[in-house]
């Protein structure tokens, strides 16, 4: 596991490197955002945003995808998978906001994770993005580049969550976990990793083991 000086030094390298990125989804409300990052689940950013765009052309309040109903949700929505499931979980969110939250979306985790299809991941993306709240979202890129690089240890998001709360310096939460995921976008992704051109490479340990593993192999040869 890395030292706090070593997480500053991997935190600065991702800074200048994705400093400008945010986050990949298109909203206009925190709304918009919550439904947006529900629809993400399983699909690609670039998906949810086609989207969503025809979606909130025609409605874009709890009130107005209510009154669209799961049926004709689902005719826009299909095409990010799960889409049964997931325009459940919309209707049954949107009906909650309608009538216990005057169709305004919750500012805490503890409000946000017990609307439908809301997860710790789904509620601080909200509260990060929407809110201004300093929050670190694990999403499978998080998992995968944190554990590769030493952030943390662990097959549980939670537990990486935590690692990675305990580590970084709260002020760069919401940033740092932005440049992580766009890291494992564009570098450390999930097959065949750009492990050779990664600004990171001499301070992770999934390139330094693999090194060795090479070096083996050649001395053998």
């Known amino acids: 596991m890395k030292t706090k000086k070593e997480t500053l030094e991997i935190i600065d390298i ?27 689940a399983q699909c ?33 929505i299909k095409s990010c998978g799960l889409s049964n499931t997931k325009s459940k979980n919309i209707i049954k969110t949107c009906f909650t ?8 979306v919750p500012k805490t985790m503890e409000e946000l994770i017990k609307l439908n299809g809301v997860g710790r991941k789904t509620a601080n ?10 929050a670190i979202a694990v999403d499978t890129h998080v998992q995968r580049v944190s554990n590769r690089i030493g ?12 690692s990675l709360m305990k580590k970084i310096p709260k002020e760069y ?9 766009w890291h494992g976008r564009k ?27 090479n070096k083996k192999k050649e001395a053998v040869i």
């Open 173 to 181: 939460w919401s940033n740092a976990h932005h440049w992580i995921i």
């Open 187 to 213: 570098i450390c992704t999930a097959r065949n990793p750009k492990c050779e051109e990664c600004p990171l490479n001499s301070l992770c340990n999934f390139y330094k083991k693999n090194s060795k593993k």
């Open 97 to 104: 906001l309608c009538n216990e939250y005057n169709e305004e």
């Open 151 to 162: 952030l943390a240890n662990s097959d549980d998001v939670l537990k990486t969550e935590q």
């Open 14 to 40: 991702l800074s200048k490197y994705y400093g400008e990125y945010k986050c990949g989804l298109h909203f206009k409300s925190p709304f918009e955002l919550l439904i947006a990052t529900i629809l993400s």
């Open 44 to 76: 690609t950013d670039e998906r949810v945003n086609i989207v969503t765009e025809k979606l909130f052309k025609e409605a874009n309040t709890p009130s107005e995808i209510l009154e669209m109903g799961e049926k004709e949700l689902l005719k826009y």
């Open 125 to 134: 993306v909200v509260l990060s993005n929407a809110f201004g709240v300093p």
